[in-house]
Structures are given as structure tokens and as C-alpha cells.
């Protein structure tokens, strides 16, 4: 399973992202995606989740700024970033949970978010 992260980069506070991850090598539709993001010197956190039918988890801070999506039919899961701040800078990474087949990680973009 490979996944590839792309769309990061720098914007100004209160400005938008969206990034996409194109998934290859599994069955997408029956995959629990999610994005993780890693600031400097912070552990990797959850940022959001979708199971294969489309229910979604958010992170509490994150909730109503940030919307996860998926197009199975383009293997892709996105990250909507609204209302960017400063402290959302960091890496951020696919992430997908292919079930006995194991888990695994893309190699992350980067999101900076200058004040």
C-alpha cells in the first residue's frame, strides 16, 4: 500500500489548505483513513478520521475549522483546513488502516501557517 500526500505549503493565518492523499495498492473503499499532523518536538496526533461508509471523527480543537472527505472512486481522501492559525503548522500525514493487512503511513506534507 502506498499513499501519497500532497496540497501542503505555506499560507497566511485565516487562510485555507486542502490536502489530498492518493491511496494505491488495497481495496480504498473498504480502508479507514485518517490524517495525523507532527509539530516540532509533539508527538503525531490525530487530526481526523473516515471509515469506508463515510462517518467521520474529528479532533475536539479542530472541530468545524477542518473537514475530512474521501472519493473512493478516486482512491483519494482530503483534508479541508479552514480558518488556518499559526499553531496548525506541522507535517501532516496520511494515514490507512487496510485491517489484517496492517497499517501504514504516507510520507507527509508540510503545512506553515505564518501569522
Known amino acids: 500500500v502506498q499513499l501519497q500526500a500532497s496540497g501542503g505549503g505555506l499560507v497566511q493565518a485565516g487562510g485555507s489548505l486542502r490536502l489530498s492523499c492518493l491511496a494505491s495498492?488495497?481495496?480504498?473503499?473498504?480502508?479507514?483513513m485518517a490524517w495525523y499532523r507532527q509539530a516540532p518536538g509533539n508527538r503525531r496526533d490525530l487530526v481526523a478520521a473516515i471509515t469506508p461508509g463515510g462517518s467521520t471523527n474529528y479532533a475536539d480543537l479542530l472541530k468545524g475549522r477542518f473537514t475530512i472527505s474521501r472519493d473512493n472512486a478516486k482512491n483519494t481522501v482530503y483534508l479541508q483546513m479552514n480558518s488556518l492559525k499559526p499553531e496548525d503548522t506541522a507535517v501532516y500525514y496520511c494515514?490507512?488502516?487496510?485491517?489484517?493487512?496492517?497499517?501504514?503511513w504516507g510520507h507527509g506534507t508540510l503545512v506553515t501557517v505564518s501569522s
Open positions: 494515514y490507512a488502516d487496510v485491517g489484517p493487512h496492517g497499517t501504514y
Open positions: 495498492g488495497s481495496i480504498f473503499s473498504r480502508n479507514d
